[in-house]
Protein backbone atom coordinates (compact mmCIF):
# COMPACT_ATOMS: atom_id res chain seq x y z
CA UNK A 1 0.00 0.00 0.00
CA UNK A 2 1.26 3.19 -1.02
CA UNK A 3 1.41 6.21 1.40
CA UNK A 4 2.28 9.63 0.80
CA UNK A 5 3.84 11.81 3.76
CA UNK A 6 3.94 15.56 3.25
CA UNK A 7 5.68 17.77 6.03
CA UNK A 8 7.23 21.34 6.50
CA UNK A 9 4.52 23.62 6.58
CA UNK A 10 3.27 26.06 9.08
CA UNK A 11 3.32 30.05 9.80
CA UNK A 12 5.92 32.63 7.86
CA UNK A 13 5.69 36.42 7.57
CA UNK A 14 5.18 37.94 3.73
CA UNK A 15 8.65 37.44 2.05
CA UNK A 16 9.59 34.95 3.72
CA UNK A 17 10.45 30.88 2.85
CA UNK A 18 8.95 27.77 3.44
CA UNK A 19 10.26 24.49 2.21
CA UNK A 20 7.96 21.77 1.99
CA UNK A 21 8.58 17.54 1.44
CA UNK A 22 6.26 14.90 0.42
CA UNK A 23 7.90 11.03 0.55
CA UNK A 24 6.54 8.18 -0.52
CA UNK A 25 6.32 4.71 1.70
CA UNK A 26 6.15 1.31 0.21
CA UNK A 27 8.40 -0.24 -2.46
CA UNK A 28 8.71 -1.82 -5.86
CA UNK A 29 7.13 1.18 -7.91
CA UNK A 30 8.78 3.85 -10.15
CA UNK A 31 6.56 7.22 -9.65
CA UNK A 32 5.76 8.90 -12.64
CA UNK A 33 4.10 12.27 -12.31
CA UNK A 34 5.09 14.42 -9.22
CA UNK A 35 2.80 17.35 -8.74
CA UNK A 36 1.62 19.81 -6.08
CA UNK A 37 -1.79 20.96 -5.63
CA UNK A 38 -2.74 23.86 -3.18
CA UNK A 39 -6.69 24.53 -1.45
CA UNK A 40 -7.46 28.03 0.18
CA UNK A 41 -10.18 28.69 2.12
CA UNK A 42 -13.41 28.79 0.25
CA UNK A 43 -11.64 27.33 -2.89
CA UNK A 44 -11.13 24.86 -5.13
CA UNK A 45 -7.70 22.57 -4.91
CA UNK A 46 -5.66 23.78 -7.71
CA UNK A 47 -2.87 22.77 -9.69
CA UNK A 48 0.62 24.91 -9.41
CA UNK A 49 3.54 22.87 -10.12
CA UNK A 50 4.26 19.45 -11.80
CA UNK A 51 7.79 17.84 -12.40
CA UNK A 52 8.01 14.68 -14.78
CA UNK A 53 10.29 11.42 -14.04
CA UNK A 54 12.41 13.34 -16.14
CA UNK A 55 12.76 16.25 -14.80
CA UNK A 56 10.94 18.56 -16.72
CA UNK A 57 8.86 20.96 -14.49
CA UNK A 58 5.64 23.18 -15.12
CA UNK A 59 4.53 25.89 -12.87
CA UNK A 60 1.26 28.21 -12.73
CA UNK A 61 1.90 31.78 -13.40
CA UNK A 62 1.18 32.65 -9.62
CA UNK A 63 4.06 30.99 -8.27
CA UNK A 64 6.37 31.08 -11.34
CA UNK A 65 10.20 32.41 -10.50
CA UNK A 66 9.25 32.24 -6.55
CA UNK A 67 8.86 28.03 -6.16
CA UNK A 68 10.66 25.31 -6.99
CA UNK A 69 9.53 22.12 -7.16
CA UNK A 70 12.08 19.09 -7.33
CA UNK A 71 12.26 15.07 -7.04
CA UNK A 72 14.79 12.68 -5.14
CA UNK A 73 13.98 9.71 -6.89
CA UNK A 74 15.79 7.40 -4.96
CA UNK A 75 14.35 8.19 -1.73
CA UNK A 76 10.95 8.88 -3.25
CA UNK A 77 10.32 12.13 -2.63
CA UNK A 78 9.52 15.83 -3.75
CA UNK A 79 10.30 18.82 -2.46
CA UNK A 80 8.69 22.45 -3.04
CA UNK A 81 10.94 25.52 -2.40
CA UNK A 82 8.70 28.42 -1.87
CA UNK A 83 10.16 32.01 -1.51
CA UNK A 84 9.14 35.55 -1.79
CA UNK A 85 5.80 33.99 -0.06
CA UNK A 86 2.57 36.37 -0.26
CA UNK A 87 -0.44 36.55 1.80
CA UNK A 88 -2.02 34.60 -1.04
CA UNK A 89 -0.13 32.13 -0.83
CA UNK A 90 -1.97 30.71 2.36
CA UNK A 91 -3.65 27.41 1.52
CA UNK A 92 -3.54 23.62 2.47
CA UNK A 93 -0.91 22.27 0.54
CA UNK A 94 -1.19 18.07 -1.00
CA UNK A 95 1.27 16.64 -3.06
CA UNK A 96 0.08 13.86 -5.53
CA UNK A 97 1.88 11.01 -7.19
CA UNK A 98 1.03 9.31 -10.06
CA UNK A 99 2.56 5.60 -9.60
CA UNK A 100 1.78 2.73 -12.09
CA UNK A 101 -1.51 4.61 -13.00
CA UNK A 102 -3.16 5.19 -9.84
CA UNK A 103 -3.12 8.16 -8.28
CA UNK A 104 -2.22 9.21 -4.50
CA UNK A 105 -2.89 12.06 -2.38
CA UNK A 106 -0.74 12.95 0.52
CA UNK A 107 -2.84 13.94 3.68
CA UNK A 108 -2.24 17.67 3.25
CA UNK A 109 -0.48 20.28 4.94
CA UNK A 110 -0.94 24.00 6.45
CA UNK A 111 0.85 26.91 5.21
CA UNK A 112 0.17 30.23 6.37
CA UNK A 113 2.14 33.67 5.21
CA UNK A 114 1.08 36.62 7.61
CA UNK A 115 1.05 39.90 6.16
Known amino acids: QVQLVESGGGLVQAGGSLRLSCAAS????????MAWFRQAPGKQRDLFAIITSGGSTVYADSVKGRFTIARANAKNTMYLQMNSMKPEDTAVYYCNFKILGKTYWGQGTQVTVSS
Open 26 to 33: GSGFGIDI
